[in-house]
C-alpha cells in the first residue's frame, strides 16, 4: 500500500491501515505515516490496543472521539463490571472515574466535539454525574446551545447554583435542574433584584414548592438579612408565583411587611397573603382593601388587631367594616364597644343587615349596660325584628325612664305601640310577651294586668296621667 493508496483509505479501513503499518512498517515508519498525514482512525479493534503504536494514537488524538472509541480505551486501561451500561448512561462521569489522562485530555481539548460526538449520540446518557455536568455546563469553548442540550438531556439536579455558570441560570431554573432552596434562588434573584420568569416558573412546581417549604428564607446563611427581606417581598407581591406555591412560601418568610404594592395582585393571590399573616396594619393597605377588595379587610384587621384599634381614628369605616368586625368573633367585647361607639346610627336606615348585627351584639350578657337613648331609639327604628326589639327592651328597661320607654314602644308592632297611648291591645301569648308585659308592669310602665283569655292576652294599662 503506497501513500496515495493511504489518503484513500475509508474510515472503516483505518484498523486494517495499522495493522499494516505495524506488519511491514518499523514503529517510527508508521508514527511518521500517521503524523504526516494526520489520520484520525474511527475506530480500532482489540487487537491493536495491544501494539506498541496504540500510546501514540491516543497521546496524538490520531483518533475520533466517539462512543465505540471510549469504550474500547476505558475498557483498555479499566476494565469494570456492567461498563458498557455504565458508558451508556453516565459516559463522562465514568471517564473521569476510570481517570485516563490521555482520553481526559482528548475531552478538555475538545469538549464540544465530545458533546457532538458522544454526549450527543448516546440516547441514554441521562445519569451523569453532577461534576460531569457542571464541568461541561462551564466550559466556555462549548457554545451556549450546546450546553442547553446537555442540561435538557441530563436528568440530575445540581444541588448548588454556583455549578452552573449565570449566563444559564435561567435554563436551569426552567429545566427544574436545581436543588429547591432558598439559598439556590436568592443569587438568582440577586443578579437583577427581580422574580424571573423562570425563577417564577420553578416555584409553582409542586415538588419544588413543597421543597423550598421545609426551610425559611430568613436562615438562609451568608446573606444579610435586609436582602433576604428584600426577596421575600419580591416574592409577595409577585403575580407570576401562582396561588399554590404562595401557599406553601409565604408562611417560610419568616418576615412581615408593611404597606407593600399589592395592586397587580388577583384577590386569590391577596387572599393568601392575608391568610399567610405576613403584613404590618398600614392605613393605606386598610384603604387599598377596602377599595380594590371589598371584605379582605376584615382578614387584614384580625391579624393585627392592637394596631387596627390604634388607628381606627383614622380609618374612613364604612358600613360593610362595620358590618363585617362587629360580626367577627375575633373581636373582644371591648373592641365591639369602641366600634359600637364611632358607629353613626343614622347608617341602620338603610342596612338591615347591619341593625340585625348591632341589635343581636347590644343584646349579648354584659355587652354595653347602658346607652343612650338617641341610638337605641335608632335601633328601634331600623329593626326589622320585633323579637330582637322586646329582647333589647327588656334587656334596657332597668335603665330608661317611663318617658324614654314609651318612645322605644311606639316603634314597635304587635300593638305595643298602643301602649304609650293607654290603649288595651290583645297580644299573642308568648313566653316573650309574658316577660316583657311582666317587666313593664313591675316597673310601673303603662301596664296594669295581662290575664289570658281564650289563648290571648288582655292587656289593661293604667290610667292616662293627668296632663
Known amino acids: 500500500m503506497n ?5 484513500k483509505c475509508t474510515i472503516e479501513e483505518m484498523p486494517d491501515f495499522l495493522t499494516w503499518c505495524q506488519t511491514y512498517l518499523v514503529q517510527d515508519q508508521t508514527r511518521a505515516i500517521l503524523k504526516h498525514f494526520n489520520i484520525s482512525f474511527f475506530m480500532l479493534d482489540a487487537q491493536a490496543t495491544q501494539e506498541p503504536l496504540f500510546n501514540d494514537v491516543l497521546e496524538n488524538f490520531w483518533y475520533q472521539l466517539n462512543p465505540m472509541m471510549v469504550e474500547l480505551i476505558v475498557g483498555h486501561f479499566s476494565p469494570q463490571d456492567e461498563l458498557p451500561v455504565k458508558l451508556r448512561t453516565q ?94 434562588l436568592y443569587p438568582v434573584y440577586a443578579a437583577g433584584k427581580s422574580i424571573t420568569a423562570e425563577m417564577a416558573a420553578f416555584m409553582n412546581l409542586p415538588e419544588n414548592y413543597a421543597q423550598l417549604a421545609k426551610a425559611k428564607l430568613a436562615e438562609v446563611s451568608g446573606v444579610e438579612e435586609k436582602m433576604l427581606e428584600a426577596f421575600g417581598l419580591k416574592v409577595l407581591v409577585s403575580p407570576a408565583i401562582a396561588v399554590p406555591a404562595k401557599r406553601q412560601l409565604l408562611p417560610q418568610l419568616g418576615f412581615y411587611y408593611t404597606d407593600p404594592d399589592l395592586s397587580a395582585l388577583n384577590r386569590e393571590q391577596v387572599e ?28 387584614y384587621a384580625e391579624n393585627n388587631l392592637e394596631s387596627f384599634f390604634d388607628e381606627v381614628e383614622n380609618l374612613a369605616l364604612k358600613d360593610l367594616d362595620y358590618r363585617l368586625l362587629l360580626a367577627s368573633e375575633r373581636l373582644s367585647s371591648t373592641q ?53 326589639r ?29 301602649l304609650p297611648n293607654y290603649r288595651q291591645p290583645k297580644m299573642a301569648d308568648t313566653l316573650l310577651n309574658k316577660s316583657l308585659l311582666s317587666a313593664l308592669q313591675i316597673k310601673g310602665y303603662y301596664v296594669s294586668s295581662f290575664p289570658e283569655k281564650k289563648g290571648r292576652l288582655n292587656v289593661y294599662t293604667r290610667s292616662r296621667p293627668a296632663e
Open 390 to 418: 322586646k329582647h333589647l327592651l327588656l334587656k334596657y328597661l332597668p335603665t330608661l325612664s317611663e318617658a324614654q320607654t314609651g318612645e322605644l314602644l311606639s316603634h314597635m308592632s304587635e300593638d305595643y305601640a298602643e
Open 91 to 184: 459516559n463522562l462521569t465514568t471517564i473521569m472515574v476510570a481517570n485516563i489522562p490521555v482520553l481526559l485530555d482528548y475531552v478538555h481539548e475538545y469538549p464540544g466535539y465530545y458533546v457532538d460526538n458522544v454526549f450527543d449520540e448516546l440516547p441514554d446518557n441521562t445519569m451523569e454525574s453532577e461534576a460531569a455536568i457542571s464541568y461541561l455546563i462551564k466550559e466556555e469553548e462549548i457554545s451556549l446551545e450546546k450546553r442547553v442540550r446537555v442540561l435538557e438531556k441530563s436528568e440530575r439536579r445540581l444541588r448548588t447554583i454556583d455549578k452552573a455558570p449565570p449566563e444559564l441560570w435561567p435554563e436551569v431554573l426552567r429545566l427544574s435542574r436545581i436543588v429547591a432552596t432558598w439559598a439556590n
Open 3 to 7: 501513500q496515495q493508496d493511504c489518503l
Open 272 to 299: 393568601v397573603i392575608l391568610s399567610a399573616d405576613r403584613l404590618n396594619f398600614s392605613v393605606e393597605t386598610y384603604q387599598f382593601l377596602q377599595a380594590s377588595h371589598a371584605g379582605l379587610q376584615l382578614v
Open 336 to 388: 365591639h364597644e369602641i366600634l359600637i361607639q364611632k358607629l353613626d346610627f343614622g347608617e341602620l336606615a338603610h342596612d338591615p343587615e347591619l341593625t340585625a348585627i348591632v341589635t343581636r351584639l347590644l343584646l349579648r350578657t354584659g355587652f354595653m349596660p347602658s346607652i343612650a337613648q338617641s341610638k337605641l331609639l335608632l335601633v328601634f327604628s331600623y329593626s326589622e325584628d320585633n323579637d330582637l
